[in-house]
């Protein structure tokens, strides 16, 4: 392993991993697809209708009678595709609609947290306690696993308490029914019948068994939560059992990880993220998209918060600038392996909190600089009033649907220049005040 950082402990915050509570892997969504028609008697009363000589409510359908159509298109479709057609049925006809699922997949959150109480829960005094007794406890398991793949220990125990509290809270709900009700109706049709394929996939290469599909509402299962098409593709028989138990088997949940983000293209001895200091004028334009290596980052004012100096490895690396609380919070260079976390759950937030926790666990601290705790955070709606205005005003934030991505962070970055702000991105209630007020 080469000697990345400062010192053992700073640059090298070997990183860590967090998911989904979500999932893996981002899967392709259709906002708006419907479930296909099953028979001709729909499109006739669609006809009908539009004549005018049927009364709507004599042919109004259920939502049950919908889903009950759904369910024998799909597997008449499952079937074309090439999979046994007694089987799909079997599988799909017993699905229920899972109405916590699309209440919980439509619901948009009045307040998003701000990051920093993402990373506070993530590295909690109980979550930090309970991870350093497993790792001791399942010490020889992540001997094993270190051996295969180079993702440290760390890094998976951290994702393991993230995302089940180390096997604790895998949910219980019925996957089938859960990813039938999303393909049915909603917005994530596609997704939906992407991750019952996959399952179909996994049961007819023994790799489950029908009995153990059980998960969250979104979709996902075992201590590690991997959804379908991740389970199919990534998940592990560590333990040589013939089962790919990520429920039960401590060795097949981990190596799963671990082979997930091998394969994502984790590299070993390189750092997830580091903490810097930037000078006073640092152009803070060059957040989030700008690629360049360490030591080009030192020429533009970057360095160490340790007030150390880089290694002579780590200059090459390459990395990007993030402030996810302002230039008045935590600035981090982030490497390719916190992209690799990423591809686990796409989430800046997710994947600090991993390495902030990961790092607790050995000992060190990954983020030293206070939080700007007194800001208050953007309800949904301000953040599409903020969308809107933008865009009004000359900066395109690409859409207004209340979520603040790259495109919108863009925009923040071009109303702050042309205001003679730092150009950081960052939006809270106050600097909200002042651009609605233009």
Not at 5 to 28: G, V
Not at 51 to 57: I, K, P, Q
Not at 389 to 398: A, E, R
Request: with cysteine; glycine share 8%; proline share 4%.
């Amino acid at each position: 392993m080469k000697n990345l950082t400062l010192s053992a402990s700073f640059l090298l915050l070997a990183a860590f991993l967090s998911a989904c509570a979500s999932a893996p892997d981002a899967a392709a969504e259709t906002a708006g697809e419907t479930p296909a028609q099953t028979s001709t008697e729909p499109a006739q009363d669609a006809a009908a209708i539009r004549a005018g000589s049927v009364d709507t409510r004599q042919i109004a359908l259920t939502q049950e009678q919908r889903f009950t159509a759904w369910k024998t298109d799909f597997i008449h479709r499952a079937a074309a595709k090439g999979y046994d057609k007694a089987r799909v049925a079997r599988v799909i006809n017993p699905a229920k609609i899972n109405t916590l699922a699309l209440d919980r997949d439509r619901k948009q959150p009045e307040f998003s947290k701000p990051v920093w109480s993402y990373v506070d829960s993530a590295a909690s005094a109980d979550r930090l306690n309970k991870g350093q007794e497993k790792l001791s406890e399942a010490e020889a398991i992540f001997t094993q696993v270190e051996s295969r793949y180079p993702v440290p220990r760390h890094i998976l125990t951290a994702i393991w308490g993230l995302e089940t509290s180390y096997g604790r809270i895998m949910g219980n709900h019925d996957i089938i029914s859960a990813l039938s009700t999303f393909a049915f109706e909603g917005r994530r049709s596609q997704f939906g019948e992407q991750q019952l394929l996959a399952i179909l996939d996994m049961l007819a290469a023994g790799d489950v068994r029908e009995d153990q599909l059980i998960g969250s509402w979104a979709g996902a299962m075992g201590m590690t939560q991997f959804i379908p098409t991740t389970f199919r593709d990534y998940a592990v028989d560590f333990d040589g059992d013939g089962n790919k138990n990520l429920w039960d088997s401590q060795g097949d949940a981990l190596g799963s990880a671990a082979h997930y983000l091998a394969r994502s293209g984790w590299r070993a001895g390189e750092p997830v993220m580091a903490e810097v200091k930037v000078v006073p004028d640092f152009d803070y334009s060059l957040l989030e998209g700008t690629t360049k290596t360490v030591s080009e980052w030192t020429a533009l004012g970057v360095s160490p918060i340790s007030g150390e100096r880089w290694s002579q490895d780590a200059n090459f690396l390459n990395a990007k600038i993030i402030a996810p609380g302002g230039h008045r919070g935590p600035k981090l260079l982030t490497f390719k392996n916190f992209d690799v976390i990423k591809r686990y759950n796409n989430s800046t937030s997710y994947v600090m909190g991993v390495t902030v926790l990961g790092e607790a666990l050995r000992g060190q601290s990954a983020i030293r600089t206070a939080w700007p705790r007194d800001d208050k955070p953007l309800a949904f709606e301000d953040k599409k009033n903020m969308q809107r205005k933008l865009t009004q005003l000359g900066y395109s934030t690409g859409g207004i649907d209340g979520q603040i991505g790259p495109n919108t962070r863009k925009a923040i970055r071009a109303w702050q220049k042309s205001n003679g702000l730092p150009a950081d991105g960052y939006m809270e209630q106050t600097l909200y005040q002042r651009l609605m007020a233009q």
